[in-house]
């Protein structure tokens, strides 16, 4: 949580206040404190949980190279995209904000392909290719592709209609309503399931039953890929993804700064017209004149921090209203002559024949452009899946994803892997889970309410971004317009954030603009189809 502080003291004074706080040492923290030095705003003081900065862009040690150190993997994000990454939007022009009916046409330059700040700190990372797969049942190798194709043309079809729902303000419907309609009905076909699955699922955290709104998951689809580019790259630097992150902190912090506060552990924050005094688990309080809580929709949601006084109920059936997904990546690495998966592929889909989501996306790391000769694989649950598998222990975890390994690839050829781990992050009591979600029947009205502050209390982070929800890219940019909001409140020029008292089923055309966080076009397609 960045906070906006006088020099004074960075700490526990409750008669002098700061002028900046920032809880939180994500990519919106840094971001916000970024876009704050940049406005020449220098005392802010940011409050970290963690005895690092990075959130949810989180890595860790894992397994053993030939030389005996360890491999770096990434246990949350783990993606980017082409320049929509992290870079500061170079201007609000050169994204065209009409509202249209048909695709807007913007051509890219070939220096605007590639994620900025990824592309600044020479983050490794290698082309993720969907259609480098491979598909398997409970008997082994069978070949179900062909799904992928009757998948495509039907959200083809949901994509259109989303489009009509959104500029001719009709009623919000569920992607499972909209793929129904569109002809994809996967009834009990446990490969259309597991197709399904990859296509859909397996980006948003949430199946497409009854979880997941057509108008807002095609909104953020298009606005992010279509925007820029199809292409997305997984990051496999061995320095950690969220190297980017510090080299941007490291830009306007020092080393052991003062002005950040790694293993603090908020538990108050009273906000008032007047400012905002912070408490923390360790008896410290910190005041300041403005402050932006940069906590995911998890910890909002499970009260681990309380508010005095208590949130509006306006701002609290806002924060309720939003779904928290889970991704949980399970890792196993295998002696590297035992390898028995063909490594040329990248990944592996499994229709189970009992449950849908059990296991059903596995990840090469063994291959070309990645980690070769690493005996790395791992596999994606979401949802109710996370749930159950994060609460069990390793070793029952273990047993089922080695069944599920020898029902693909066969009982001998798999041999007990030499490594196994996976988080947990619907336990982790400063994330409660990994991205946000939008249900249906949801609108900008109810967003804007996550999003809007209460007093000198702001909100931001990847949750409160309306176009760019669940992405990094969607983090970073509310990183950066909270903190511009604020700068302007410590000039005097001080609006606030719309919020909405009483609320409307459906999004009217109008409200599709900058105020409710609506900011480029989400029909532009740069020449994709």
Not at 163 to 174: A, C, E, H, K, W
Not at 264 to 285: K, L, P
Request: aromatic residues 14%.
């Amino acid at each position: 949580m960045p906070v906006a502080e006088e020099p004074a003291s960075p700490y526990s004074d409750p008669g002098g206040p700061d002028r900046f706080k920032c809880s939180g040492g994500g990519t919106t923290g840094i971001s916000a404190a970024k876009t704050l030095s940049d406005a020449s705003v220098t005392d802010f003081l940011i409050v970290e949980y963690q005895g690092q900065i990075g959130g949810r862009v989180a890595h860790t040690q894992f397994g053993t190279k030939p030389d005996g150190t360890p491999f770096t993997v990434e246990l949350g994000a783990n993606w980017k995209g082409p320049r929509v990454g992290y870079a500061a939007r170079t201007g609000e022009s050169d994204l065209d904000t009409r509202r249209s009916s048909v695709p807007i046409v913007h051509p890219l330059t070939e220096g605007e392909v590639e994620s900025e700040q990824t592309k600044k700190y020479n983050v490794t990372n290698t082309y993720s290719n969907y259609s480098s797969i491979q598909t398997f049942n409970e008997t082994g190798a069978v070949d179900y592709t062909d799904l992928g194709d009757e998948f495509e043309a039907a959200y083809s079809t949901l994509e259109q209609d989303a489009g009509y729902i959104l500029s001719q303000n009709l009623q919000d419907r569920s992607v499972r309503s909209g793929l129904s309609l569109a002809g994809w009905k996967p009834g009990q076909n446990k490969a259309a399931q597991a197709v399904e699955f990859f296509e859909f699922d397996f980006e948003y955290a949430f199946s497409p039953v009854e979880q997941s709104s057509q108008e807002f998951s095609i909104v953020n689809f298009n606005a992010t890929f279509y925007q820029w580019s199809e292409e997305n790259n997984y990051v496999w630097d061995q320095r950690g993804f969220n190297t980017f992150i510090q080299g941007e902190a490291s830009t306007f912090l020092a080393e052991d700064d003062k002005g950040l506060l790694l293993n603090t552990i908020v538990t108050n924050i009273s906000y008032s017209e007047h400012g905002v005094t912070i408490y923390n688990e360790d008896g410290s309080c910190i005041c300041a004149e403005y402050a932006i809580c940069t906590f995911s929709l998890g910890v909002l949601q499970n009260g681990a921090v309380t508010f005095t006084p208590d949130l509006p109920s306006w701002k609290q059936e806002g924060i309720e209203t939003f779904q928290m997904g889970t991704y949980t990546k399970i890792f196993l690495q295998f002696p590297p002559d035992k390898v028995f998966w063909n490594t040329s592929y990248q990944f592996f889909l499994y229709a189970d024949p009992y449950a849908r989501g059990y296991f059903p996306v596995w990840q090469s790391l063994d291959g070309p452009g990645f980690l070769p000769g690493s005996g790395i694989i791992f596999v994606t649950v979401l949802h109710e899946q996370s749930y159950r598998v994060e609460s069990q222990d390793d070793r029952e975890t273990k047993e089922e994803v080695l069944a599920v390994l020898r029902k693909m690839f066969g009982a001998a050829n798999v041999p007990e892997p030499i490594a196994f781990m996976y988080p947990r992050w619907t336990l982790e009591p400063w994330a409660y889970g990994s991205y946000s979600n939008w249900p249906p029947g949801t609108t900008l009205e109810m967003h804007q309410n996550l999003r809007a502050n209460v007093g000198r209390l702001y909100f931001a982070g990847e949750a409160t971004s309306a176009e760019y929800f669940g992405f990094l890219h969607g983090a970073y940019f509310e990183g950066q317009t909270v903190a511009k909001g604020i700068a302007a409140c410590l000039e005097g020029n001080c609006t606030g954030e719309v919020k909405y008292e009483t609320l409307h089923g459906t999004t009217d055309p109008d409200e599709y603009n900058a105020a409710n966080g609506w900011e480029v076009t989400s029909f532009q397609t740069n020449g994709f189809e």
